[in-house]
């Protein structure tokens, strides 16, 4: 249990800020001063009057995002040792902080803020030896193969969570998962603690992230571990200009729990950001276990899965606990235990940089009740590495395994089912079909296990596009160029065929090198 203040006993303010709080859904900046010799500093915000909710977090000078703690109404202790949990640690540099006020919801449209800042030239908090640097951690596996995790939890670092990065860390070993991700609610401060609790626990990855946490939606930026602004709205920040930072730092961005419109129990968890679908790299198409929520998240996600598909999107399919409590509450409506759904990546090894790969390529199954639901494989011959597979055809063999009675595999091409369910024997089936690429554009292709009319474990899409025509480049007939480049550069298929004919064009003529 976190202590209300977590400094000393508070004396009276070195400094007070007051005024009118920004409109609902806003921003506000508030500048302060913060004196050279300052060794920590503690923000105690008063809250608004009763019903509206008010967000809070800290930028040093330059930028430099220092932590969130939501409307966790807990005051912020910072030092360059030691911090209060959802801030960072880090040098106390004289000269203009700020404080970001977020207001999420406003039913009297109107209140006041009141501010106190504490300045004090001795730490109150022990330093926290395990604070530094985040450091990826080498591969926990080497070898390649499906791995099992959660890519939705929260720790004491999220404003609205209570378990520890180590009690997260435990619960995923007890359930079995081979990787976490954290998914703090916009801070990083996380990050300064992961490669220490990570030695700690070497059994399982803790994969970095954040949950970008905005008032118009929620996303999942797998793999970050710097800061990206969620303010949006305020200082002109747009959503695409931070999905475009996520890109940057090579993590991927998927919006959680898009459907999920409760009003004030959960503001802005529906989304809402008018961008570019194609930007978006994946989806959680179910949020806590199917077993605790039934289909209502799942009816909502699936559609819009399909709707982006349809708009030119390529997202892969995630499943998230959204777990606040490290793996000790039951199965309920908004609250369901890590592993609950499971996504299984295939990965060329147990690390972050594999698991990125894995989603890029979209090799990802999810059992949307958890660990225990049938295991689905879809393989593709000829073989991919990407989204989308260029060739002229396809051939599709699906394997599910671990099923129970009654359950069926159910084929999809383009949201459509593609033909009758296939029933599963003894709960094991492998089925093989064939796709053909179409002549203009592209189709998809996935499968899906259901049992009573619902699916259980569903795996991404494959997209199947025809080979692009064979490319002539500028090298063409310069012999000097190794390898030869005379219409045979190209990533299809259709390579060697053209190889073949250039070859036996130059036979027939008996020239020197191939015609162009």
Not at 194 to 220: D, F, K, M
Not at 439 to 452: I, K, S
């Amino acid at each position: 249990m976190i202590p209300l203040l977590l400094g000393a006993a508070l004396a009276a303010p070195d400094l007070v800020l007051e005024g009118p709080l920004p409109a609902e859904g806003a921003f506000a900046f508030l500048p302060f001063e913060l004196p050279a010799g300052v060794a920590e500093l503690e923000l105690v915000h008063t809250d608004a009057p009763e019903g509206i909710a008010t967000d809070w977090g800290l930028f040093a000078p330059e930028g430099d995002f220092r932590g969130w703690n939501g409307s966790n109404p807990r005051p912020a202790v910072v030092g360059a040792d030691a911090a209060s949990p959802g801030y960072r640690t880090g040098p106390m540099t004289p000269g203009t902080w700020e404080i970001l006020l977020g207001v999420p919801n406003d039913p009297y449209g109107g209140g006041t803020y009141r501010v106190e800042l504490h300045f004090r030239d001795t730490p109150t908090l022990p330093a926290d030896p395990d604070r530094g640097a985040y450091v990826p951690a080498a591969p926990l596996l080497d070898v390649p193969g499906w791995y099992a995790g959660d890519f939705h939890v929260h720790s004491v670092h999220s404003g609205d969570a209570r378990p520890t990065l180590d009690e997260i860390a435990t619960a995923a070993e007890q359930v079995g998962l081979d990787f976490v991700e954290i998914s703090e609610h916009d801070t990083t401060a996380h990050l300064q603690l992961l490669s220490a609790v990570q030695a700690r626990h070497p059994g399982v990855l803790l994969v970095p992230g954040i949950e970008w946490t905005t008032y118009r939606g929620h996303a999942n930026a797998i793999g970050i571990t710097d800061h990206v602004p969620f303010h949006v709205g305020a200082r002109g920040l747009r959503a695409d200009e931070a999905i475009a930072q996520v890109h940057a730092q090579g993590g991927l961005f998927a919006p959680t729990h898009p459907t999920l419109a409760l009003g004030d129990l959960c503001w802005g968890c529906a989304w809402a950001h008018e961008v570019d679908v194609v930007t978006l790299d994946g989806l959680e198409v179910q949020t806590t276990s199917l077993d605790g929520t039934g289909t209502a998240l799942l009816a909502g996600a699936l559609p819009l899965w399909e709707a982006w598909c349809d708009a030119g999107a390529h997202p892969t399919a995630l499943g998230g606990s959204d777990d606040h409590t490290g793996g000790t509450t039951p199965v309920v409506f908004a609250n369901s235990p890590l592993g609950s759904p499971t996504t299984l990546v295939q990965a060329d090894a147990l690390s972050t940089e594999a698991l990125l790969a894995g989603l890029r390529a979209g090799r990802t199954v999810v059992k949307l009740g958890g660990p225990d639901d049938p295991m689905l494989e879809l393989v593709t011959d000829p073989p991919r590495d990407a989204k989308v597979l260029r060739a002229a055809e396809v051939r599709f063999t699906a394997t599910v395994t671990g099923g129970a009675p009654g359950d069926v595999l159910e084929l999809i091409q383009d949201g459509e089912p593609a033909g009758p369910s296939l029933p599963l024997e003894d709960g094991t089936l492998t089925h093989t079909w064939v796709v053909q690429a179409p002549d203009d554009g592209e189709t998809r292709v996935r499968a899906q296990v259901l049992r009573d009319g619902l699916p259980r474990t569903l795996a991404s899409y494959v997209w199947v596009r025809a080979p692009d025509p064979v490319d002539v480049g500028p090298d063409c007939c310069k012999p000097e160029v190794d390898p030869p480049a005379c219409g045979c550069r190209t990533s299809t298929p259709a390579a060697p065929l053209a190889l073949l004919a250039l070859m036996l064009l130059r036979v027939r003529r008996g020239r020197g090198r191939p015609p162009c």
